[in-house]
Every structure is written in structure tokens, then in C-alpha cells.
């Protein structure tokens, strides 16, 4: 049977806000409704359909639900779920094959998410390009409005407030559909591979499930913030006689006066190092106070807040293909993936997590000193399994250390995988000659293990002292002559992995100059071109099977001289050129391969009946009964061999909770 195609874009209201709250909890409002629906069936010319009038067409609806139509739309989740909704699909996860994202067609292509930044780095010509004026439009429709006088009180603005505005915004409406069939007919030489495709739909299944949210926790941590911020704020103003001690202008101009010396910031770094030099005095007390006020903790909390839905749940944390240079995986809203440290590290979470739910924000700082480090410690635990449930908790142990090791086909450290896996260790051995038996505590030959530890953190993908000094290794009391000695060494004892570097920058020179396909350890390099599109690609075909794609490569010249390749990104709003090399091709290449491993594992993870709620980096978090909570066997699904990539040794470790935390 032939398979249609119909082309979608549809504008919406809701009182929730959006990009505070996701998708989930926008739809999911009462006063959620459609305002417009714009459509093309096969290519034909764009028709519109004002939801505000009149029902969406027999034919449209029978399309919508026939699996013989493949529905097009960019960012293809929205609307998928909003008509959901709208059509009252109680089979809307089933639905999810029906659908193809025009967005993650760009993105897996190496171009920007959003549908007026793809159209001008395609060069879109002007009538096909998204309409500028569509976030007034948007503004004015999609949300709710402030009442005045003028408006007469009213909170929402309705088509017959401003028919010319509305007529607009329909031609707004069908420009998107206009613009979104022009992309996928641009994109269309370099089709998303089927597997993206299910990993997609996965992504959207874990994401629409939700993960369940302690309010107890996620209220008390917002009340004992605000508890706190008030005394802080009132001591402050009694110290200085400042009316808003937050001010830096006010701030700045009486510390200068209390310590009679100049003030030349009031920046993060400023603060804490005034700290350390000013003797006990009222000036280093409200520095104090500025430190405190200034951890951001909170903000989590609130982000948790704005994002829960009505059951509980918080949904589309996760975004996939987030980061279009590897595929990997991205945090929305709470932004799992940039969780902070905890800042204890040996307390009872269980105390803490009560005291916090009782408000008590006394005893909180009674017994840990600062409520603010506290609140942050347990932001994790703020994620919780759902009834009767447990949280099984397993990630990858040093998942790039061991991609690069056996795409390098670095034995020594393949060994040390397949063994005891205490790859610091090992490294420092390597490093410094020293029999690893004597690299333990208690020994003079321990102190190497930091070294080992440091050059494996900064050096696996060309880095020098300066990668060595961003984790802090000059912090250790190291000179520059020793971060150089640490380099060399760590460069000697991993040869095949430095040879990588400059195989894969070789490679990706041959592939762009001549436009030859060249193979690395496993990899392929070529220049992929659609010339009636204008598309031009240098590609890294994966062990995988997946591509990843540097858009509009070129030759340069770089700082040393030498012949280096640039591709096209955006940097905030410009589509521009931005040179690379060996290294941080190998770095793309190396956590893309990592992000695959993981992809494989979360479809076995589902294919075993257990249910991701979220993953972190490479972390899995499964919520289920906790008859079925076995740490061992989420780890022996992690564990197994990923089918394209022999002899890779990968290894797992976790817990089974009540709750997510820093194990």
C-alpha cells in the first residue's frame, strides 16, 4: 500500500508557560486548546483550518489516525501530543511511529534546532523562510495577556480583538508548514537511518512516563531557602545599614569605606578570596553573607516546581540528539545532566531529606552549618520512584576511558579493564615506571595515583598543560615544567592513542581535499555532497553504523601554520565557521560511540520489561517494583557485548533506593 505523507503545523494557547514548564504540563492545562491547524498532504499547497470557527475535517482526522500517513512536523513531539489530546488518544505512545521529526533530521545532520536558524544556514530563499514575526504573533495568541484598561481587564487575547493580527498569524501558521516540507526536501539525499528513528520514539516513551518528584522535599527545600535568605538579608542590612545588602553599587562603595581599601568586584572569585585575606570583622561577615546568598541551590527546586504535573510526575526532561555534534543527550527544564556535586558527602541523606521536608531549617543549620550546601546536596534525592517502587541505579564505569582504549587498540590499558579496572592507577605505573602493587595507601609511591589521575581527566584527546590546569591540576601545587613532564609521559605511555589523533585529523584532511573515503581503526572519513540541494558534508561513519556530520567543510590555515578542517555551527545566532582538529574529532568520535553503547542498552533495559524514567550522561535510572529491583541484573544488561563492537570491554556498577543520589 502507498504511503502518504501529511505535513503539520498547529498553534496553540495555554496559561502555562512553555519554557518554564515543558510540553507536558502546557498540554496537560485545562485551558490547553488548538487555535490553528495547518496541513499539506503530499506536497500540495498549504491549507489552514481556524480551530476557532469551524472542526477539523473527516479526511484529516481519518489521516491522522491512519498508519498508512507518515505525519511530518518540526519537532515533531508537540504536536504529536498535542493532538493527542485533542483527537483524546488513550493510544498516543502506539501513535509515535506514525510520526517523523524534521528537526532531528537537521540535528542529526550537524544544523541548528530551530526552524528559522536550519532555514538560514540552508540559505532558505525569502518566501520560504520562517515569517519573522512570529513570536508577536505568539506573544499575542499563545499566552496569556496582562489586564488594562486599554485592553478592557481582559488576560487573553481572542482572533476578533485583531482580525488583521489573526490573518497574520494563519499566514504565520502555513509559512511553518511552507518551511518545514522545504527543509525535509533539502535534507532528504541524507535520510534519518531507521534505528535513530526508534531511538527517538524510545526517548519520547521514557520521556512521557515522567519521573516522579518528592514536593515534600522539592516545597521544604524552597521554604527553608526563603526561611534562610530572610535572616541572611536582615543581618546584612543591619551590618551595613544597606537597604538592599544584594546591591553590588551600594555593597562595593561600603566595603570600600569599612576596610579603607578598594573593591575591585564583588564576582564569585572576589568574594571567597576577600574572605580568606579580611581578619573576623563586620566586612567579612557580610562577604560571608553574599557567599551564602549566592549559591543558586534553589534554583532546582523552583525549576522542579514549574515543571511537575498534576499527578506528580515531572516529563521531557530529556532531550534527544542535544547535542547535534555527537548525538548524545541533553537535560531540559531541570537539566538533569548538570546536576551540582553534593556538597556533603558522608551524611545521613535520610536525617537530612526529613529535616528538610519539616521546614526545619534551624536544626539544618545547627548540624551542617550552611542551608544552602545542604538544600544542594540533596537535590537528587528530590526524585523519587514511583509507589512500592524502587529506583535501580546502574552507569558505565569510565565508559570513554575504555571507548578510546579500544578504538586506539591501546592494549596495556584494554588489560587493565578486562582485570581490575583501576585505570589511575595503572596509568601512573605506565607513566612513571613504578610496579602498580606499590601504588596503594600507605605507600610514598600513592602520591603518583593523582597524576595518573589527573592526565587521565585531561589528556585523552590531545590536551596539553592547559586542559591539565582546567580540572585544577595546577592547583596541586605543580609547576608548569611538572603538567609538561605529566603530558609527555602520559603521551609515551599511550602511543596508539596519540597516533589516533593525528590518523583521524589525517583522514578528515584526505577526505575533505580529495573527497576520497578514508578508513580509521573501524571508522570511515569521507565528503558526502547533494549537489542538487547544496548540501556538503564531511562525515565519520561510526562502528555503529551512524554518521556523524560537520556541515560545509573546508581547508584553513591554523595558528601553527598548518592545513586544518572547518565546518559550519551556530555560536548563539550565527551560522559560522569553526576549525578543528585531531583531537576534538577523536573527543566527537569517542562520546559518540559511548552515546551509542548507550542507546543499545536503553532499548534492552525496555525490552526486559523495566521502565528508564531518566538517564544521566551514562547513568540509567530505572523506576520499578521492588520485588524486581535487582542491581545485578540492570548491570549484566549493561554489561553485555554491543554487537558492532567486539572486544570492548564494558563494566557497571549502582544501587537500588528510595530515592536518585550521588552514589
Given at each position: 500500500?502507498?504511503?502518504?505523507h501529511?505535513?503539520?503545523?498547529?498553534?496553540?494557547?495555554?496559561?502555562?508557560?512553555?519554557k518554564?514548564?515543558?510540553?507536558?504540563?502546557y498540554?496537560?492545562?485545562?485551558?490547553f486548546?488548538i487555535l490553528?491547524?495547518?496541513?499539506?498532504?503530499?506536497?500540495?499547497?498549504v491549507?489552514?483550518?481556524?480551530?476557532?470557527?469551524?472542526k477539523?475535517?473527516?479526511?484529516?482526522?481519518?489521516?491522522?489516525v491512519?498508519?498508512?500517513?507518515?505525519?511530518?512536523?518540526?519537532?515533531?513531539?508537540f504536536?504529536?501530543?498535542c493532538?493527542?489530546?485533542?483527537l483524546?488518544?488513550?493510544?498516543?505512545i502506539a501513535?509515535?511511529?506514525?510520526?517523523?521529526?524534521?528537526q532531528?533530521?537537521?540535528?542529526?545532520?550537524?544544523?541548528?534546532?530551530g526552524?528559522?536558524?536550519?532555514?538560514?544556514?540552508?540559505?532558505?530563499?525569502?518566501?520560504k523562510?520562517k515569517?519573522?514575526?512570529?513570536?508577536?504573533?505568539i506573544?499575542?495568541?499563545?499566552?496569556p495577556?496582562?489586564?488594562?484598561?486599554?485592553?478592557?481587564m481582559?488576560?487573553?487575547?481572542?482572533?476578533?480583538h485583531?482580525?488583521?493580527?489573526?490573518?497574520?498569524?494563519?499566514?504565520?501558521?502555513?509559512?511553518?508548514?511552507?518551511?518545514?516540507?522545504?527543509?525535509?526536501?533539502?535534507?532528504?539525499?541524507?535520510?534519518?537511518?531507521?534505528?535513530?528513528?526508534r531511538?527517538?520514539?524510545?526517548d519520547q516513551?521514557?520521556?512521557?512516563?515522567?519521573?516522579?518528584?518528592?514536593?515534600?522535599?522539592?516545597?521544604?527545600?524552597?521554604?527553608?531557602?526563603e526561611?534562610?535568605?530572610?535572616?541572611?538579608?536582615?543581618e546584612?542590612?543591619?551590618?551595613?545599614g544597606i537597604?538592599?545588602?544584594?546591591?553590588?553599587?551600594q555593597?562595593?562603595?561600603?566595603?570600600e569605606?569599612?576596610?579603607d581599601?578598594?573593591?575591585?568586584?564583588?564576582?564569585?572569585?572576589?568574594?571567597s578570596?576577600?574572605?580568606?585575606?579580611?581578619?573576623?570583622s563586620?566586612?567579612?561577615?557580610?562577604?560571608?553573607i553574599?557567599?551564602?546568598?549566592?549559591?543558586?541551590?534553589?534554583?532546582?527546586?523552583?525549576?522542579?516546581?514549574?515543571?511537575?504535573?498534576?499527578?506528580?510526575?515531572?516529563?521531557?526532561?530529556?532531550?534527544?540528539y542535544?547535542?547535534?555534534?555527537t548525538?548524545?543527550?541533553?537535560?531540559?527544564?531541570?537539566?538533569?545532566?548538570?546536576?551540582?556535586?553534593?556538597?556533603?558527602?558522608?551524611?545521613n541523606?535520610?536525617?537530612?531529606?526529613e529535616?528538610?521536608?519539616?521546614?526545619?531549617?534551624f536544626?539544618?543549620?545547627?548540624?551542617?552549618?550552611?542551608?544552602p550546601d545542604?538544600?544542594?546536596?540533596?537535590?537528587r534525592?528530590?526524585?523519587i520512584?514511583?509507589?512500592?517502587?524502587?529506583?535501580?541505579?546502574?552507569?558505565f564505569?569510565?565508559?570513554e576511558?575504555?571507548?578510546?582504549?579500544?578504538?586506539?587498540g591501546?592494549s596495556?590499558?584494554?588489560e587493565?579493564?578486562a582485570?581490575?579496572?583501576k585505570?589511575?592507577e595503572?596509568?601512573a605505573?605506565?607513566?612513571?615506571?613504578?610496579?602498580?602493587?606499590?601504588?596503594k595507601?600507605?605507600?610514598?609511591?600513592?602520591?603518583?595515583r593523582?597524576?595518573?589521575?589527573?592526565?587521565?581527566?585531561?589528556?585523552?584527546?590531545q590536551?596539553?598543560?592547559?586542559a591539565?590546569k582546567?580540572?585544577?591540576?595546577?592547583?596541586?601545587?605543580?609547576?608548569?615544567?611538572?603538567?609538561?613532564?605529566?603530558?609527555?609521559?602520559?603521551?609515551?605511555?599511550?602511543?596508539?592513542?596519540?597516533?589516533?589523533?593525528y590518523?583521524?585529523?589525517?583522514?578528515?584532511?584526505t577526505?575533505v581535499?580529495?573527497c576520497?573515503?578514508?578508513?580509521?581503526?573501524?571508522?570511515?572519513?569521507a565528503?558526502?555532497?547533494?549537489?542538487?540541494?547544496g548540501?556538503?558534508?564531511?562525515?565519520?561513519?561510526?562502528?555503529?553504523?551512524?554518521?556523524?556530520?560537520?556541515?560545509?567543510?573546508s581547508?584553513?590555515?591554523?595558528r601553527f601554520?598548518?592545513?586544518?578542517?572547518?565546518?559550519k555551527?551556530?555560536?548563539?545566532?550565527?551560522?559560522?565557521?569553526?576549525?578543528?582538529y585531531?583531537?576534538?574529532?577523536?573527543?566527537?568520535?569517542?562520546?559518540?560511540?559511548?552515546?551509542?553503547?548507550l542507546?543499545?542498552?536503553?532499548?534492552?533495559?525496555?525490552n526486559?520489561?523495566f521502565q528508564?524514567?531518566?538517564?544521566?550522561?551514562?547513568e540509567?535510572?530505572?523506576?520499578?517494583?521492588?520485588?524486581?529491583?535487582?542491581?545485578?541484573?540492570?548491570?549484566?544488561?549493561?554489561?553485555?557485548p554491543?554487537?558492532?563492537?567486539?572486544?570492548l570491554?564494558l563494566?557497571?556498577?549502582?544501587?537500588?533506593?528510595d530515592?536518585?543520589?550521588?552514589?
Amino acid at each position: 500500500m502507498a504511503i502518504d505523507h501529511l505535513s503539520i503545523d498547529i498553534e496553540t494557547y495555554s496559561s502555562v508557560d512553555i519554557k518554564k514548564s515543558g510540553l507536558y504540563k502546557y498540554v496537560q492545562s485545562p485551558d490547553f486548546e488548538i487555535l490553528l491547524f495547518a496541513f499539506s498532504f503530499n506536497g500540495e499547497p498549504v491549507r489552514i483550518v481556524d480551530l476557532t470557527q469551524e472542526k477539523l475535517p473527516p479526511r484529516i482526522i481519518s489521516a491522522l489516525v491512519d498508519p498508512n500517513v507518515i505525519k511530518h512536523a518540526y519537532n515533531a513531539a508537540f504536536e504529536w501530543y498535542c493532538l493527542s489530546k485533542y483527537l483524546g488518544k488513550r493510544d498516543y505512545i502506539a501513535w509515535l511511529s506514525q510520526w517523523r521529526c524534521t528537526q532531528l533530521h537537521g540535528l542529526y545532520l550537524g544544523y541548528p534546532a530551530g526552524l528559522a536558524a536550519i532555514g538560514e544556514a540552508l540559505g532558505l530563499p525569502s518566501d520560504k523562510k520562517k515569517m519573522s514575526v512570529g513570536t508577536a504573533l505568539i506573544n499575542y495568541f499563545c499566552k496569556p495577556c496582562s489586564p488594562t484598561r486599554a485592553n478592557g481587564m481582559r488576560t487573553r487575547n481572542l482572533p476578533q480583538h485583531s482580525h488583521e493580527r489573526w490573518e497574520l498569524f494563519k499566514q504565520y501558521c502555513c509559512r511553518d508548514v511552507e518551511t518545514e516540507m522545504t527543509v525535509d526536501r533539502r535534507l532528504s539525499g541524507f535520510p534519518v537511518p531507521d534505528d535513530i528513528q526508534r531511538q527517538w520514539e524510545l526517548d519520547q516513551r521514557i520521556n512521557a512516563y515522567g519521573v516522579r518528584l518528592d514536593t515534600e522535599l522539592m516545597n521544604g527545600a524552597i521554604e527553608c531557602s526563603e526561611q534562610i535568605t530572610a535572616t541572611l538579608m536582615e543581618e546584612a542590612a543591619q551590618l551595613t545599614g544597606i537597604n538592599n545588602p544584594k546591591s553590588i553599587t551600594q555593597l562595593k562603595e561600603w566595603l570600600e569605606d569599612e576596610t579603607d581599601d578598594e573593591v575591585p568586584s564583588l564576582n564569585k572569585q572576589t568574594v571567597s578570596d576577600l574572605i580568606k585575606k579580611l581578619p573576623v570583622s563586620k566586612a567579612r561577615r557580610v562577604l560571608e553573607i553574599r557567599q551564602e546568598l549566592g549559591k543558586t541551590s534553589v534554583s532546582k527546586y523552583k525549576a522542579m516546581s514549574s515543571a511537575i504535573c498534576a499527578d506528580g510526575r515531572a516529563r521531557g526532561l530529556i532531550q534527544f540528539y542535544g547535542a547535534c555534534r555527537t548525538g548524545r543527550w541533553a537535560g531540559r527544564l531541570v537539566q538533569v545532566h548538570n546536576l551540582p556535586r553534593p556538597v556533603f558527602e558522608h551524611i545521613n541523606l535520610d536525617l537530612a531529606r526529613e529535616l528538610v521536608q519539616k521546614r526545619d531549617s534551624f536544626m539544618i543549620k545547627y548540624l551542617y552549618g550552611s542551608v544552602p550546601d545542604l538544600l544542594s546536596t540533596l537535590i537528587r534525592t528530590t526524585f523519587i520512584p514511583s509507589a512500592g517502587n524502587k529506583f535501580v541505579v546502574a552507569d558505565f564505569s569510565a565508559i570513554e576511558a575504555r571507548v578510546i582504549s579500544w578504538l586506539a587498540g591501546e592494549s596495556w590499558r584494554q588489560e587493565v579493564f578486562a582485570t581490575h579496572g583501576k585505570i589511575y592507577e595503572a596509568s601512573a605505573s605506565q607513566m612513571f615506571h613504578v610496579p602498580i602493587e606499590r601504588i596503594k595507601k600507605g605507600n610514598p609511591e600513592y602520591a603518583l595515583r593523582a597524576k595518573g589521575k589527573v592526565a587521565e581527566l585531561a589528556l585523552g584527546y590531545q590536551g596539553g598543560v592547559p586542559a591539565l590546569k582546567k580540572i585544577g591540576a595546577d592547583k596541586m601545587g605543580l609547576s608548569d615544567e611538572e603538567l609538561s613532564d605529566i603530558v609527555f609521559r602520559w603521551r609515551q605511555a599511550n602511543p596508539r592513542i596519540k597516533d589516533l589523533w593525528y590518523k583521524i585529523n589525517g583522514a578528515a584532511l584526505t577526505a575533505v581535499q580529495d573527497c576520497v573515503p578514508v578508513g580509521v581503526q573501524g571508522l570511515i572519513l569521507a565528503r558526502e555532497c547533494d549537489v542538487g540541494n547544496g548540501l556538503d558534508f564531511l562525515t565519520a561513519q561510526l562502528p555503529s553504523g551512524r554518521k556523524l556530520f560537520y556541515p560545509q567543510p573546508s581547508i584553513v590555515t591554523n595558528r601553527f601554520g598548518e592545513p586544518s578542517v572547518a565546518f559550519k555551527r551556530q555560536k548563539g545566532k550565527a551560522w559560522c565557521d569553526e576549525e578543528t582538529y585531531g583531537g576534538k574529532l577523536t573527543e566527537n568520535i569517542v562520546q559518540a560511540i559511548a552515546r551509542d553503547c548507550l542507546a543499545v542498552t536503553l532499548e534492552r533495559i525496555e525490552n526486559a520489561g523495566f521502565q528508564t524514567v531518566m538517564h544521566i550522561h551514562d547513568e540509567a535510572v530505572v523506576d520499578c517494583p521492588a520485588e524486581r529491583a535487582d542491581l545485578e541484573v540492570l548491570c549484566a544488561l549493561m554489561k553485555q557485548p554491543i554487537p558492532w563492537a567486539a572486544g570492548l570491554v564494558l563494566n557497571a556498577d549502582g544501587f537500588v533506593g528510595d530515592y536518585y543520589k550521588k552514589e
